[in-house]
């Protein structure tokens, strides 16, 4: 059968299971996660050796992603211990990811070994993170242990690395797979993927996908004693992506990887909720385009080079028409991107020993409609130097990190150019030489640059910040039990760190609540506990008994994370705003042949909405509950799977950030299939 009549099979089953859906409440519409190898649910969870020794990671695969069809790269990052989670609102509002306490800018995000980037505020707004063509993602703390890779990938305290299918992957992956999803708030998603194999050398593979949700999600406001039911309102978001992928091998040395994704949305911005609430009018409108080519050269068997290019454009609008400042507010701004990146590793004739050096430059410039504004671009150079030992009871990594930033305007003052010096180094031991245990220690440097908006925002901006320095050092132990083909599966790690920040960036209100100062004063000191535990087993090691078992993963969080700016403030070893001590999450997973039930509950401690910890700012703890369903089968020579997630099902009412309320109960369905 011709494919486009397939898939417009396809179709017309989803939509006619999807015209009985009856909008109850919804999560946010982003999306769902795609590209499952296999048809039949195995018990078998498929866990990679741990790469890692050297530096804490938390991965998740596309087999672990698939048990709650996850929206959002926001939303799978709740699993992960030391993760913080910021959310405006549950469906059209920001979400950034805030590792160990150290801001959002200070994680960076990866996506097929190069970093996304955002001068003008610093920080990648993960609702906008698809995670269609995501077979993997990974969460570093200090940074990848791999040192063939950009140095700009080293210019962090935390990185997300997102990787996406590509050949020779497709040699196991259905070449189309259409796909749908509903539920509350009136979620509508649909989606489209192609991945073909041309040939031995060749392969392309192309994703699409729109999503609309209303929104309109119930909460209740309290009034000074008494509780009003009310619904969320200007919280619709349109969305869409395209992404075009190109990969080709012209001979057993070279490789080239061609990049282009877009994406754009339209959506209101519903506010914070407070006394008198009045629905905001504010909408955002966000445009994005970039394209990257890769390639990579086995020079010789001990050297290997990967020189890439990448152009970046974005477009923002952000329009109140009901600003307090009297003046209707339309705020249009265009930055691009050019971006430039070498490195080479070396093998060297020492066993177990290898170098690399990397060199990346980028060429940025922002500019706007308002008046007076400074129209800045930076010229950014990174230079790195590292060097790994492997052996069979210890492996080391260093390196060292140099930076130097440029940045011109065309109206104000001229800022001061920026140097920087950032070393890393770390070391893992296996006691009992086969790496099932690993003892490692690590020690990073690194700061962040002050953005765009820091230096130059209207009335805002200070050209004289100095950037945001941060130390860490963690002390971790993993233990995962040795074995291939085994029916118990176990994995547990734990972390202890500390971080120091200096001249952390903060905003400063002045002559009143419209005008704002960036300034560098605080100091904070974080210690911290992460620990992760992975269990399960199945029935047998082959036949039906291998498609039976269990799975189970769990983290905690450990963290004070205090004000050390001033020892006579009124903040002064305080917690510091919206970080629990406490949280964590834990998920448990039942396999059987074509079925998949997961249970999942994630929590958080009390904490404060500023960093004065009076009863006033305070913010209840909260624990959010799900249940997740998968079912896959085959049928016409095509592969089907139905997901079903009722997420919050105790209907669990609570703020990740103060006065933006997350949606109750609420369900998403997930319809696909592969041919």
Known sequence: MFPVLKSFRCMLVMLAMGSFSIPISAQSPLDSVQHLHPVEVRAKRQIDRVENLLTSVQTLQAADLQKFHPQQAAEALKQFAGVNVKDYGGVGGMKTVSVRSLGAAHTAVSYDGILLSDAQNGQIDLSKVYLDQVKRMSLYNGQSPSIFQPARNFASAALLELETYSL???????????????????????????????????????????????????????????????????????????????????????????????????????????????????????????????????????????????????????????????????????????????????????????????????????????????????????????????????????????????????????????????PFVSIAVFPLGNRSLSLRVYYKDIFRMPTFNDLYYSRVGNTGLRPEQASQIDAGIT???????????????????????????????????????????????????????????????SG????????????????????????????????????????????????????????????????????QNIPENLLDAYAEHSLGLDVRFQAWKTGWEIGLDWLNFTNERYDIVKNYPMPGSNYRVHLKCRF
Do not use: C
């Not at 202890?496 to 001249?503: A, P, S």
């Not at 609540?513 to 300034?519: A, D, G, P």
């Open 544 to 611: 039906l008994a291998s498609r039976f078992g269990w799975d189970m993963q769990a983290s905690y969080t450990f963290q004070y994370a205090l004000d050390k700016t001033d020892l006579d403030g009124p903040t002064y070893n305080h917690q510091i705003a919206y970080t629990p001590v406490h949280s964590g999450s834990a998920q448990l997973s039942l396999a059987m042949p074509y079925v998949t039930l997961s249970y999942r509950v994630v929590f958080s401690g009390e904490r404060y909405a500023l960093n």
């Open 168 to 422: 020779p992957d497709f040699d196991s992956l259905s070449p189309f797979q259409a796909g749908f999803s509903f539920g509350s708030f009136s979620l509508f998603s649909p989606s489209f993927a192609f991945r073909k194999k041309l040939n031995a050398r060749l392969g392309i593979s192309a994703a699409l996908r729109y999503d609309y949700v209303y929104g309109n999600y119930p909460f209740e406001v309290d009034l000074g004693g008494s509780k009003e039911s009310l619904k969320r309102e200007n919280s619709d978001v349109r969305s869409g992506n395209a992404e075009f992928n190109l990969n080709f091998l012209p001979s057993g040395k070279h490789r080239l990887d061609f990049k282009m994704a877009y994406y754009g949305s339209e959506r209101g911005l519903p506010g914070a909720v407070i006394y008198y609430y009045k629905p905001s009018a504010q909408r955002l409108e966000d445009q994005a385009f970039f394209g990257v080519l890769k390639h990579t050269w086995q020079i010789s068997p001990s050297v290997i080079q990967r020189n890439a290019v990448k152009y970046n454009f974005s477009y923002n609008r952000f329009q109140d028409p009901e600003s307090l400042a009297s003046l209707p507010v339309d705020d249009r701004y265009w930055q691009q991107e050019a971006y430039l990146s070498s490195v080479t590793q070396y093998l060297t004739p020492v066993k177990g020993l290898s170098l690399s050096g990397a060199l990346d430059a980028a060429f940025g410039f922002l500019r706007s409609n308002e008046d007076g504004f400074a129209t800045p671009w930076r010229t950014s150079l990174w230079f790195n130097v590292a060097a790994k030992y492997t052996h069979k009871y210890v492996e080391a990594m260093a390196n060292g990190l140099a930076s130097a930033f440029f940045d011109r305007v065309r109206t104000g003052p001229q800022p001061e150019d920026k140097f920087r010096i950032s």
């Open 479 to 541: 233990y995962v039990l040795p074995g291939q083909d085994r029916i118990w599966h176990l994995e547990i790690s734990g972390d202890f760190y500390r971080n120091w920040v200096k001249d952390k960036i903060v905003a400063y209100p002045t002559t009143n609540l419209f005008i704002w100062s960036m300034m560098n004063v605080d100091k904070v000191e974080i210690t911290g506990l992460d620990a992760v535990l992975r269990l399960g087993s199945r029935l047998g090691r």
